[in-house]
């Protein structure tokens, strides 16, 4: 359900996109290789919790999240890692850790790190730890209006 919803809105707004399959591989390191992607332009999904609420931040498979650096962008007094068991059924036929960066779907603030703002495609886990999709960037800001934030 959760690809379907994102093929879906995407076939939906005219966005030409690709999907691609590779061996499996878990880090986003490890998928960007796979997928012959460069890791500055692998957006990975992470899961957080801003001052108690849900939200998805999307960065670079090549940085990680400050989360101090995070609460300063965002004014909140506490961000901390989602656990898994808090958000598994946002994505129900995702596999864990591959989740789509489409939080704007299933009810999730997204905000997006400057350095993955810079990259004229995206590419991201698909769902699967199988599948890669890849669509210009300006396509995902346009439809998921992330807030672009340091992190």
């Given at each position: 359900?959760?690809?379907?919803r994102?093929k879906?809105?995407?076939?939906?707004?005219?966005v030409k996109y690709?999907?691609?399959?590779?061996?499996?591989a878990?880090?986003?390191?490890?998928v960007?290789?796979?997928?012959h992607v460069p890791?500055?332009?692998?957006?990975?999904?992470v899961?957080?919790?801003i001052?108690?609420?849900?939200?998805l931040t999307?960065?670079?498979?090549?940085?990680?999240?400050d989360?101090q650096?995070?609460?300063r962008s965002?004014?909140?007094q506490?961000?901390?890692?989602?656990?898994?068991?808090?958000f598994?059924?946002?994505?129900p036929?995702?596999?864990?850790?591959a989740m789509?960066?489409?939080g704007n779907l299933?009810?999730?603030e997204?905000f997006?790190?400057?350095?993955l703002?810079e990259?004229?495609?995206?590419?991201f886990?698909?769902?699967?730890?199988r599948?890669?999709m890849?669509?210009?960037?300006?396509?995902?800001?346009r439809?998921?209006?992330?807030?672009?934030?340091?992190?």
């Amino acid at each position: 359900m959760s690809m379907a919803r994102v093929k879906r809105f995407l076939d939906d707004n005219g966005v030409k996109y690709v999907i691609q399959q590779h061996s499996p591989a878990y880090t986003a390191q490890e998928v960007a290789e796979a997928a012959h992607v460069p890791g500055r332009h692998f957006a990975k999904c992470v899961m957080v919790e801003i001052d108690g609420r849900l939200a998805l931040t999307v960065l670079p498979a090549t940085d990680r999240v400050d989360l101090q650096r995070l609460a300063r962008s965002v004014g909140a007094q506490s961000v901390e890692l989602a656990k898994e068991a808090d958000f598994e059924d946002r994505f129900p036929d995702c596999e864990p850790g591959a989740m789509p960066p489409f939080g704007n779907l299933f009810e999730l603030e997204v905000f997006v790190s400057p350095h993955l703002a810079e990259a004229d495609l995206i590419s991201f886990n698909a769902g699967s730890h199988r599948e890669v999709m890849q669509l210009a960037y300006s396509a995902f800001d346009r439809l998921v209006k992330p807030a672009e934030v340091a992190m």
